[in-house]
């Protein structure tokens, strides 16, 4: 206490003496309200002493307790600097931020309503809500361009107690992916230009297209056993031939509605209006590509909702097999085995890889060609699709292995030989009846 006594008077700046003033003329008025400025200059130079003067006495007092304050006159001297610094930073920093700024312009705030579609912006709720999301827009601009005005201008010094005396909120992030330090809209345009130019997506052909493929595979699948365990216990064999069926008649059903219908559209001379000779190489490329993308769509969902049967959480549709516990050649084991069983349900998925795969293109149709649509499987679905499999039969099979377990240790002495090696060896004892018995 009597440091920080012996520091505010020590740094307490001297008040001029009011001015005398008989008559209120112009010029005296000015002067007047000169030494109202410095006085309430005064007043904030106090202030901020006492804020400075609060966060040394803290950090003297840690210090003490310590044991390590240093001598008295190398304390005057280091607290007198780094008073100083403290109170002419904050006396620019005030004066930099009193400079005019330019406000954020309207345009700018019209072009951002512009992207929100109407339909989110109706009702008297989302109004208030748009005019808050504006406010928010408009303070964050104007403290994020103060700060660069006061950064562009004043260098602030590198005192870690400086921090404690500013309360400033941190800057706004930039959303996430999104880079605004170049400009956009010409590599947009160039970007856009080409798209039209190449790709041929906005042609109203392809719209047809699309439309022709959502009406056909959106709620179709080229197999669905999702009704399997209702149906009871099925044995490998049957499950392999329900999917090969079932494919094969997804496959002829596709091919006699969808395909002839995009067929259909590229056999009438409309569907290549406004595209030019020497784009038409492009254009069937375009027209390939979308195709393929539609049938891969197709045997990618088709492999997911089988997937989704063995889903080890909701077991209601976990298909059932039907497994025999044999005896032959002194062994006693599963029929089909346990491999097998597992081969039959991975069987399905590359039997859903392997349809609709050789579907010609548009081009080769109209040509006399041999090319075909790409309708692949892609692999990291394939992959992802066995391995999960794989580890769903794993965890579904514990319990038949435990059965089997448990058969082999019960009985398993009476058929691997152990049993009649007993027998044999009671007998050549020669025991009585009574022990027969």
């Not at 700024?101 to 579609?117: E, G, K, T």
């Not at 107690?161 to 909120?169: F, S, T, V, W, Y």
């Not at 909702?305 to 025999?324: A, G, H, I, N």
């Amino acid at each position: 206490t009597s440091k920080k006594r012996t520091l505010r008077t020590l740094f307490r700046p001297a008040t001029l003496p009011p001015p005398v003033i008989s008559e209120t003329s112009p010029s005296q008025k000015k002067l007047l309200a000169y030494h109202r400025g410095k006085e309430q200059q005064e007043v904030l130079n106090q202030l901020l002493i006492d804020r400075a003067l609060e966060v040394y006495s803290i950090t003297m007092d840690a210090t003490d307790k310590r044991g390590a304050a240093p001598p008295v006159t190398e304390i005057s001297s280091t607290v007198r600097k780094y008073f100083f610094i403290i109170l002419k930073y904050f006396f620019m920093k005030k004066r930099v931020q009193r400079n005019p700024m330019i406000p954020i312009q309207q345009q700018w705030l019209r072009s951002m309503l512009a992207l929100v579609p109407q339909s989110l912006m109706e009702g008297r709720e989302r109004q208030l809500l748009t005019e808050e999301l504006l406010k928010e827009v408009v303070r964050d601009y104007e403290t994020s361009m103060q700060r660069c005005v006061l950064r562009r201008f004043l260098v602030k010094p590198d005192i870690e107690e400086l921090n404690k005396l500013e309360d400033e909120a941190p800057l706004p992030m930039l959303p996430l992916g999104l880079d605004f330090s170049s400009t956009w809209r010409n590599s947009y345009m160039k970007a856009k230009q080409q798209i039209v130019s190449t790709l041929h997506i906005l042609h109203p052909t392809m719209k047809t297209l699309l439309d022709f493929g959502y009406t056909a595979f959106f709620n179709f699948l080229l197999v669905d056993f999702s009704s399997t365990r209702l149906k009871g216990p099925i044995d490998c064999k049957s499950l392999k031939t329900d999917a090969s069926l079932s494919c094969s008649k997804a496959e002829e059903k596709i091919m006699s509605t969808w395909y002839q219908r995009v067929i259909g559209l590229f056999s009438q001379s409309e569907a290549l209006d406004g595209v030019k000779l020497d784009e038409l190489e492009i254009f069937y490329n375009c027209v390939a590509v979308l195709m393929s993308n539609q049938l891969k769509g197709l045997l990618q969902r088709t492999t997911e909702v089988f997937v989704k049967l063995f889903d080890p959480e909701d077991r209601s549709r976990l298909p059932l097999f039907k497994m025999d516990l044999t005896y032959d050649e002194n062994r006693m084991e599963f029929y089909p085995s346990l491999q097998d069983l597992e081969d039959a349900i991975l069987f399905v998925v590359d039997c859903i890889g392997q349809t609709l795969q050789n579907v010609q293109t548009v081009r080769a149709w109209l040509t006399g060609g041999t090319a075909t649509v790409d309708a692949e499987l892609p692999p990291h679905i394939a992959q992802w699709a066995k391995s999960t499999l794989k580890k769903s039969i794993t965890d579904n099979l514990e319990g038949p292995k435990e059965h089997f377990k448990g058969y082999v240790e019960s009985y398993g002495w009476l058929v691997d030989g152990t049993a009649e090696e007993q027998i044999n060896r009671f007998m050549a004892e020669q025991p009585s009846f009574d022990e027969y018995t």
